[in-house]
Every structure is written in structure tokens, then in C-alpha cells.
């Protein structure tokens, strides 16, 4: 089992950019896959990025593509995503989540509370 606590959300202007910070509790963190998931009012929620157990493999959901970045540390139980240009469309809950398996449209196994990531026009 593994606990995620994120941080690094905020209010950004459009074109800025946000760090995302989620920290691991447990010794199995470099067992799991990792991914980032947000949801926006009224939306479903959807998985934006996902790294592999080594860090070797990334992937990204279209809309997420170019612009953000994951990334991890398994030294440091640590991973994060860089968002840049971002957007208003970007506004949302963004919550960190370890998977057993890998892929964008897997599930999440175990899940951080969330923070919010507001972005201005």
C-alpha cells in the first residue's frame, strides 16, 4: 500500500506555469505506476500523464501533450508534472494516483486527496 499527498496547485494567469509535487509514503512506491489524473466541474475525471515503474515510459492524454511533463524520483518517493502554457481549460482537481498497471486508461489503485490548479484568462 502506498499514501500520496500532493502539492504545488494553484492560481496561475494563462501562459504561466505550475509544478505539481505528489510525495509516496511506503517502501513499494518503485513497485507502482504512476499517473496523474484531473477533474474539472461537471467533467469525468481523466487521466492527463502516466509513467512507468522506471521511469523509462511516459504517456499523455492529447489535450496534455506538449505542454506537460512527468516525471519521478524513486530515491526520493517523489513524482511530479511540470505544466506550462497552460489555460484556462486546465482549471481543475488534479490528484496523484499509483497504478498497478500501466497505460492512460487504467484505474487508479490508490489515490492523494488533490489540489486545485486554477488557471485565470
Known amino acids: 500500500q502506498v499514501q500520496l499527498v500532493e502539492s504545488g496547485g494553484g492560481l496561475v494567469q494563462a501562459g504561466g506555469s505550475l509544478r505539481l509535487s505528489c510525495a509516496a509514503s511506503?517502501?513499494?512506491?518503485?513497485?507502482?505506476?504512476m499517473g496523474w489524473f484531473r477533474q474539472a466541474p461537471d467533467k469525468e475525471r481523466e487521466c492527463v500523464a502516466v509513467i512507468n515503474r522506471s521511469g523509462s515510459s511516459t504517456d499523455y492524454a492529447d489535450s496534455v501533450k506538449g505542454r506537460f511533463t512527468i516525471s519521478r524520483d524513486n530515491a526520493r518517493n517523489m513524482v511530479y508534472l511540470q505544466m506550462n502554457s497552460l489555460s484556462p481549460e486546465d482549471t481543475a482537481i488534479y490528484y496523484c494516483?499509483?497504478?498497478?498497471?500501466?497505460?492512460?486508461?487504467?484505474?487508479?489503485?490508490?489515490w492523494g486527496q488533490g489540489t486545485q490548479v486554477t488557471v485565470s484568462s
Open positions: 511506503g517502501r513499494t512506491f518503485s513497485l507502482y505506476n
Open positions: 494516483a499509483a497504478k498497478n498497471y500501466y497505460g492512460l486508461p487504467t484505474a487508479g489503485d490508490y
